[in-house]
Structure formats: structure tokens, C-alpha cells
């Protein structure tokens, strides 16, 4: 029997459950999306759930990029789709939620993880320029650093059928939803973050206004080097 401590307990449960879910759903679902994590995915999580007549399984990111590959790769005949975003600006905003000041010490495990260990670290510009080097001893509880192309391919190709862009999300959906991908997502009156057009900021412009040292940039685009290619982002 393993022995979880209690205020796990609950947390372990509930992954269990979404394993299993997830699982299942490769097997009989549709449509496969996977909740890309620092990708505003609550909105079309959401956009999932108001659709009517749809047998569709959202893959949860607290599951290991291993798992999540072998779940899309069990779907193979189901639609299987995420977003991405631009490296430059997922990094940033997964260092502003991995260091914000409410953490709950006994709350998600991920997140109290990535808080010890960015914290140890004077800037985001000193945790950019180390996070190559200490990523294979801490990839585990630095969820939300984990290259994009990590989740969605293996050995080179990807496991999914579409992939659009958070800095376009109308657009993407546009296209998500034109013939041959059958997908007519509609999102209903209250629908959280209903779509935005997300302006894509000049890189040096962003690199510059979070701090960003030309190191600092150089580690980032190195490290994500598959996520800009794959995904056709400008470095």
C-alpha cells in the first residue's frame, strides 16, 4: 500500500481519476484536446463542455508529458487538437505565477515545487539563464516550463491533428471550426476570456520590457528551440 501523506490524498485521487478519464476517452471520444499548460485553456475547455452533441475529452496537463503522449497516440482515430503560445511569453507568465506571493504551502504540489525551487533564484533573467541546466533534475515539478513540443510529439511527429495559436485565438478557431475539421466551437454569452485577439508583441519589445538579458533570451530560445520551429514562431 503507498503511503500518501494526508493532505495529498485528495490531490492523488483526483489525478487518479483524470487518468483514468483521460484514458477512456482515447478510446471513445471524437475529439481529444489537450490543456496546453500557461495557454488559456480554460476557454475552450469551456467552449467543450457548452457543446452539445459532442463526445469530446479533455486531457489534463497534471499528467506526465509520457502520459499525455501515449493517451493521444491511443487516440489516433479521434480529432485531437491543442493551442501553444509564444515561448518567449509563456516563460514569462509561467514565472509570474510560479513566484506570486499566495501560494498555499499545502496546496497544489506543482505549484508549491516551482515556487521552492524559482525562488532560489535572484531574477527571472538568473532562473532563464539556469533553467536549461537544472530542467532534467527538477522537470518534474517545473510543469509549466516544459517544452510545448514535449506533450505533443514523439520522435519527431505529432500526435495531434491541429494546433492553433493563443496570439491568434480567433483566427485559430476560425479555422478550427472550417470544413474538414468539423468543429464548430461556439462560445456561449458568459464565456470566461470569450475569444480575445491577442496582439503578437515585437520579441525585443517583450525580451526588454520583463527584463529579459540577451542571455537570458539566447537560453529561452534554446531551450524551446522545438516549440519555435514546430510551431512557427519567430525567435
Not at 101 to 107: A, H, R, S, V, Y
Not at 110 to 119: A, E, G, L
Not at 178 to 200: C, D, R, W
Amino acid at each position: 500500500m503507498i503511503n500518501i501523506p494526508k493532505q495529498l490524498r485528495w490531490e492523488y485521487r483526483k489525478l487518479n481519476r483524470e487518468r483514468l478519464s483521460a484514458l477512456k476517452g482515447a478510446f471513445c471520444s471524437d475529439i481529444m484536446y489537450f490543456r496546453m499548460p500557461k495557454v488559456a485553456s480554460q476557454t475552450i475547455t469551456q467552449a467543450l463542455n457548452e457543446m452539445e452533441n459532442t463526445n469530446a475529452t479533455v486531457i489534463p496537463h497534471s499528467l506526465s508529458p509520457a502520459m499525455v503522449r501515449r493517451i493521444l497516440q491511443f487516440g489516433e482515430k479521434s480529432f485531437r487538437f491543442t493551442f501553444v503560445r509564444n515561448p518567449y511569453t509563456r516563460f514569462v507568465s509561467a514565472y509570474k505565477w510560479a513566484t506570486r506571493n499566495n501560494i498555499d504551502p499545502l496546496g497544489y504540489e506543482v505549484d508549491v515545487q516551482q515556487h521552492s525551487i524559482i525562488s532560489r533564484y535572484s531574477s527571472i533573467d538568473s532562473f532563464a539563464v539556469a533553467l536549461p541546466s537544472i530542467y532534467q533534475e527538477h522537470r518534474k515539478h517545473l510543469l509549466h516550463f516544459i517544452p510545448q513540443t514535449e506533450w505533443v510529439t514523439y520522435k519527431g511527429q505529432l500526435l495531434i491533428d491541429f494546433w492553433g495559436k493563443l496570439e491568434t485565438l480567433s483566427e485559430s478557431l476560425t479555422l478550427l471550426s472550417a470544413e474538414g475539421f468539423n468543429l464548430p466551437i461556439v462560445f456561449g454569452a458568459n464565456t470566461k476570456n470569450s475569444a480575445p485577439s491577442m496582439a503578437v508583441e515585437n520579441n525585443d519589445e517583450y525580451a526588454h520590457r520583463y527584463g529579459l538579458s540577451d542571455d537570458a533570451r539566447h537560453a529561452i530560445s534554446t531551450f524551446h528551440e522545438n516549440d519555435f520551429s514546430v510551431f512557427n514562431y519567430k525567435k
